[in-house]
């Protein structure tokens, strides 16, 4: 099955924690997003790249990081730096970079 | 710079009754436009899209019109089910590098 998974589902970390989120997609897809979902709003950019060993900072890159070493692969390192991090956050792929971008289910972070 | 203004949620219609979101956008250049569909607990999932002026992007008994000359891309369907169900979110990208900007999304209920 061709796809984005995202893990896992739900994440719980307590303060002070720094947590990685998992993105793989066997698409073949050159460019990777992620993406930042608060309720009953829309989702922002956190972090993108169009090509492996590339990526760029979005509207909300502080407090978090990424690596490309792999096309298939894009984690998120949610780091103590991020302020307020309980959030649904959800990963995408596209062909290249101005190609469609289909999301993976998500992956809810909760901080206690 | 970029961005999307779509209506207000909840919208609540019984089974049968028409659907109407209406989306506005600002933009330079001649983006792209899109709507994805959030399902609870999911990812998106992309519904529709128009690339051009007078595109009418059409799926699942969903269409929406990219019209230029009121900067809107309003989504209908004629008959919603129960399992219509879902948040909207409308969005657009440009050419310069794909990136999406969404709206606030619409809640729409739909009750038997």
């Known amino acids: 099955d061709g796809g984005i998974t995202q893990s896992p589902k739900y994440l719980f970390r307590k303060e002070g924690q720094n947590v990685t989120l998992s993105c793989e997609q066997n698409?073949?897809?050159?460019?990777m997003y992620w993406y930042r979902q608060d309720p009953g709003q829309g989702l922002r950019l956190i972090y993108y790249s169009q090509i492996v060993n590339d990526f760029q900072k979005g509207d909300i890159a502080e407090g978090y990081s990424v690596s490309r070493e792999k096309k298939e692969s894009f984690p998120l390192t949610v780091t103590s730096a991020q302020k307020n991090p309980t959030a649904f956050y959800l990963c995408a792929s596209s062909l290249n970079r101005v190609d469609t971008q289909y999301f993976g289910p998500g992956t809810r972070l909760t901080v206690l | 710079g970029n961005s999307v203004t779509q209506m207000e949620g909840p919208v609540t219609l019984s089974e049968e009754a028409f659907l109407t979101i209406n989306c506005t956008y600002t933009a330079t250049g001649y983006p792209s436009l899109f709507w994805y569909v959030q399902y609870p607990g999911e990812g998106l999932q992309l519904l529709l899209k128009a690339t051009k002026a007078d595109d009418k992007g059409s799926n699942k008994g969903f269409e929406a019109t990219y019209r230029k000359e009121t900067t809107s891309f309003h989504l209908e369907k004629g008959s919603v089910q129960v399992s219509d169900s879902a948040v909207y979110f409308c969005a657009l990208s440009t050419d310069s590098w794909g990136k999406l900007q969404f709206g606030a999304g619409t809640q729409v209920v739909v009750t038997p």
């Open positions: 698409l073949n897809h050159d460019a």
